[in-house]
Structures are given as C-alpha cells and as structure tokens.
C-alpha cells in the first residue's frame, strides 16, 4: 500500500467537509492522512469531529500574536511540525498569511459553494453565494475546487459539479443540495491533486 500524503485542514465552522474528508480518508477514497485540523474558532463544532476521528487540533488566531509575521511564522512551524505536504480548506473564512500560500503553492485547495468565477471574493461566503445566484437567476449552480493563492476564490479551477437550481429554490434549499454536491466532490478532488492529475494540464 502506498503512503498516504500528510494532510492539515483549516476550518471555522461545523467542518462537514472536514467530515467528507475524513470519511474518505478511512475508506480509502483519498491518497491523503488527515493529522491536524487547524480553526479560526475556539468554538467550531469541527473541533468535535477532529477529535472525535483521533486527529489532532490547533486554534489559529492571527490577532492572539504580536504581529502577522510571528502568527505567520508560529502557524507554518505547526505545520512543519506534522509535516504537512498538501493543505485542504473547508469552510475557513480567513486569507492564509503570504508565507504559508507561498511554501505550499499548488498544494492548497479550497472549496466554494458556487460555479467560479461568478459569485466569488471577498464577501461571498456561505448563504451570501447561495442568495447571489438566485437573485440573479441562474439555472445552476455547484460547489468549485480550486487551489489558493493570496486573493478569495482566486486560484486555478481544479473540478466542478453543476447543481440546477430549482424554480422554488430558496437559500436554505439551494445550500443543501450544494453542500451534498461538496461532500462528493472536494475528497476527489483533493485525491486528484495528491495523485498529480492536474501537474501535466
């Protein structure tokens, strides 16, 4: 059996990405070892998740430092420290300070509940993507993998998944069916980037 790839997750909130992560890491649907979970909350239900699959937690709080550069520099030697190769986002609001996007380039992802480019940046989180699209009409809609650079939702396209959006869509509605959407696609592909099937596109 080949060795599975390292990998930190970074959420702030319920971490059921998180959750799809690890579920798929059990069942041998992703090439990757989940072994720390870092959250912006000291609160966040994913807190629970992680440690209830046995993985080690950390609270990562950029205003508990002196200065960026030492909340930059602590976050980076945690994850030298369990020597992460690929970083997954779910779920985690906050920009990862320069230094780590630049030690991990093409090794970060992030997932987004809508069909980038439209309906990403700053702001357009959560039901505030869900509430954009039905507001401008689309007919579809769908979470987006994408791996991360200094810029919100501003990294190369790696998978997509199309969701219609439903005459009677409400946010609420429209953000279940994305979210299950997520949960199949992120573990592919986050598997797909740890194989290497995006180096050579």
């Given at each position: 059996?080949?060795?599975?790839?390292?990998?930190?997750?970074?959420?702030?909130?319920?971490?059921?990405?998180?959750?799809?992560?690890?579920?798929?890491?059990?069942?041998?649907?992703?090439?990757?070892?989940?072994?720390?979970?870092?959250?912006?909350?000291?609160?966040?239900?994913?807190?629970?998740?992680?440690?209830?699959?046995?993985?080690?937690?950390?609270?990562?709080?950029?205003?508990?430092?002196?200065?960026?550069?030492?909340?930059?520099?602590?976050?980076f030697?945690?994850?030298?420290?369990?020597?992460?190769?690929?970083?997954?986002?779910?779920?985690?609001?906050?920009?990862?300070?320069?230094?780590?996007?630049?030690?991990?380039?093409?090794?970060?992802?992030?997932?987004?509940?809508?069909?980038?480019?439209?309906?990403?940046?700053?702001?357009?989180?959560g039901?505030?993507?869900?509430?954009?699209?039905?507001?401008?009409?689309?007919?579809?809609?769908?979470?987006?993998?994408?791996?991360?650079?200094?810029?919100?939702?501003?990294?190369?396209?790696?998978?997509?998944?199309?969701?219609?959006?439903?005459p009677?869509?409400?946010?609420?509605?429209?953000?279940?069916?994305?979210?299950?959407?997520?949960?199949?696609?992120?573990?592919?592909?986050?598997?797909?980037?740890?194989?290497?099937?995006?180096?050579?596109?």
């Amino acid at each position: 059996m080949s060795r599975k790839a390292r990998v930190a997750v970074f959420i702030s909130g319920g971490g059921s990405n998180l959750q799809s992560l690890i579920d798929a890491s059990k069942a041998s649907k992703l090439s990757g070892k989940i072994v720390l979970v870092v959250s912006s909350k000291e609160e966040a239900y994913g807190l629970q998740r992680a440690k209830k699959a046995g993985i080690d937690t950390f609270v990562y709080r950029g205003k508990n430092y002196p200065s960026k550069e030492e909340a930059a520099r602590d976050l980076f030697e945690m994850l030298a420290a369990y020597e992460v190769e690929y970083i997954a986002l779910a779920g985690y609001m906050k920009l990862l300070p320069e230094l780590i996007v630049r030690k991990y380039e093409d090794r970060i992802t992030n997932i987004h509940p809508a069909l980038l480019p439209k309906f990403g940046g700053k702001g357009m989180y959560g039901h505030h993507v869900h509430e954009a699209v039905l507001a401008a009409g689309e007919k579809e809609s769908g979470p987006t993998v994408h791996l991360v650079d200094e810029i919100y939702d501003n990294g190369r396209i790696l998978m997509q998944e199309k969701v219609p959006v439903l005459p009677e869509d409400t946010p609420d509605s429209l953000a279940a069916r994305v979210l299950k959407a997520e949960h199949h696609l992120y573990p592919i592909a986050l598997d797909n980037l740890i194989k290497g099937k995006y180096s050579d596109e």
